[in-house]
Nanobody, 115 residues
Framework: QVYVVESGGGLVQPGGSLRLSCAASGSISRIYVMGWYRQAPGKQRELVAIITTGGNINYADFVKGRFTISRDNAKNTVNLQMNDLQSEDTAVYYC?????????WGQGTQVTVSS
């Protein structure tokens, strides 16, 4: 059994910041990729940022330097620091892990940007 648990979502005003965290546990072999995706109401789930074991990072274009992904390989955790949040960033944010044998998603954490 694999567990992927996100935390850190909430309500923030435009221009504010949030830090999302994700922890993976259970029967996990080496995790090659950890990442964040998001899904806004009525839209498809989209990539936000991913990071490999070696530290290679890909960001979606809309991140525009506002978000920073980081990872602790020893603890199987990944964080997403989000700054200068805007209303269009409102979505459910999901953590995803990829190992040699499986992919697993967390249940998501809601991020709402509103004044």
């Amino acid at each position: 059994q694999v567990y992927v648990v996100e935390s850190g979502g909430g309500l923030v005003q435009p221009g504010g910041s949030l830090r999302l965290s994700c922890a993976a546990s259970g029967s996990i072999s080496r995790i090659y990729v950890m990442g964040w995706y998001r899904q806004a109401p009525g839209k498809q789930r989209e990539l936000v940022a991913i990071i490999t074991t070696g530290g290679n990072i890909n960001y979606a274009d809309f991140v525009k330097g506002r978000f920073t992904i980081s990872r602790d390989n020893a603890k199987n955790t990944v964080n997403l620091q989000m700054n200068d949040l805007q209303s269009e960033d409102t979505a459910v944010y999901y953590c995803k892990i990829t190992t040699t044998t499986l992919q697993a998603w967390g249940q998501g954490t809601q991020v709402t940007v509103s004044s």
